[in-house]
Every structure is written in structure tokens, then in C-alpha cells.
């Protein structure tokens, strides 16, 4: 299986900061790479599909990058809503493995 | 707008097997991949697998021995059975919805079971 190590696990951050989450896989996957966003008590909703393609309805605040082993998501400016766990997940082979998550705390 | 709804005992016995449903409205089966996502309480996501309606599956390898999914294009739902369950597979579990590539466009609100006797 292919593993997705995220940095931070934990992160508390002020309304307005530009937050940076790091997802790092275990070999290369290309640009087979999402962003989910679960707030807390709810199901997770897809941010960002192909490494960097934001989906519809999600604000432009938010944004992906990378390819290969190393991607990273970015909020540019942090708003209360926000306050969620963020998970990587790798679409290159089965299983399709999901990061352990960052928790994101607004201070 | 694609919407599901996961359905199902709450409560299973070890050594007993695990059945849900997932109700999908707004949308047909036949139009992506289902599948399953499941989060032990407190722990991070774990993918179950995928079924197409043509009955074309995958599974995580860990599961494989004790998981089946399948389709019913009669119903627009599609299920879930965990065979042989353990403590260890208590966790809520979400019915989603994957176009080709297997990104999840269509969560359910997920449903929690417990394994308990």
C-alpha cells in the first residue's frame, strides 16, 4: 500500500494567517492526489481533486500543488469556518489510502 | 444533486456480519463508482473498496477476505457485508460515490456501528 504522511497532525492558526499542510506519499503517484475537508461531527467534503483542481463551490482561498511524492494544501487566509481535519488521499493505486490528517484549530 | 443515505443495524455481534445500505436519490447507480469509507471513533479514514454496477470491484487487501459490495440497479442502492466482524471494525461508515478515476464527489452522512456483544 501506498502511505500518505501528512505534517502537521496539528495546527493552530489566526483568522486572517496563510496556512500551508504538507502530504508526502511513499512513492510517486503522478498528480492522483485529493484534498478533503471534514468539519467536526460531519462527513468529509472533496477541496481539491488532481493534486490541484478545485472543486466547484469551494472557495478560492484554498489551493493545491504538487506531484510525484510531495504536495502541499494552502488556505491563503484562514476564516473561522474553516475549523476542520484535512486528509490527503492517493488515487494512484488500490487501495486508495487516506493521510493521517491535520487538525486545524483557529486560535 | 447526488444525494445518499446509508441504512442499517447499529449494533453487531462479534463474529457476525456487518450489513448496510446505501439509498442513492438525485442521480443513478448505474452513472459512477460506489463504494465504502470507514473511520474507526477518534481515527482517521480507511478505504473499504468500490463497486461498479457492471459488478466490477476492488477491495482494500486487508479486508478483502471478509468484504463483498454489490449493486441493485432495481433499487438505485448499493450495499456493504463484513463478514466475521471484530471490536476492531466498530467505526462510522460512509457510503460515497467515485467517478472513474475514484475521487469521492458524493459522501453519505455516514452511519456508526458498533461491534458489541
Known amino acids: 500500500d501506498i502511505q500518505l504522511t501528512q505534517s502537521p497532525s496539528f495546527l493552530s492558526a489566526s483568522v486572517g494567517d496563510r496556512v500551508t499542510i504538507t502530504c508526502r506519499a511513499s512513492?510517486?503517484?503522478?498528480?492522483?492526489l485529493a484534498w478533503h475537508q471534514q468539519k467536526p461531527g460531519k462527513a468529509p467534503k472533496l477541496l481539491i481533486s488532481a493534486a490541484s483542481t478545485l472543486q466547484s463551490g469551494v472557495p478560492s482561498r484554498f489551493s493545491g500543488s504538487g506531484s510525484g511524492t510531495e504536495f502541499t494544501l494552502t488556505i491563503s487566509s484562514l476564516q473561522p469556518e474553516d475549523l476542520a481535519t484535512y486528509y490527503c488521499q492517493q488515487l494512484h493505486s488500490y487501495p486508495h489510502t487516506f493521510g493521517q490528517g491535520t487538525k486545524l484549530e483557529i486560535k | 444533486q447526488v444525494q445518499l443515505q446509508e441504512s442499517g443495524p447499529g449494533l453487531v455481534k462479534p463474529s457476525e456480519t456487518l450489513s448496510l445500505t446505501c439509498t442513492v436519490s438525485g442521480g443513478s447507480v448505474t452513472s459512477y463508482y460506489w463504494g465504502w469509507i470507514r473511520q474507526p471513533p477518534g481515527k482517521g479514514l480507511q478505504w473499504i473498496g468500490y463497486v461498479y454496477y457492471s459488478g466490477s470491484t476492488s477491495y482494500s487487501p486487508s479486508l478483502k477476505s471478509r468484504v463483498t459490495m454489490s449493486v441493485d440497479t432495481s433499487k438505485n442502492k448499493f450495499s456493504l457485508k463484513l463478514t466475521s466482524v471484530s471490536a476492531a471494525d466498530t467505526a462510522v461508515y460512509y457510503c460515497?460515490?467515485?467517478?472513474?478515476?475514484?475521487?469521492?464527489?458524493?459522501w453519505g452522512q455516514g452511519t456508526l456501528v458498533t461491534v458489541s456483544s
Open positions: 460515497a460515490g467515485y467517478d472513474s478515476s475514484g475521487y469521492v464527489h458524493y
Open positions: 512513492q510517486g503517484i503522478s498528480s492522483y
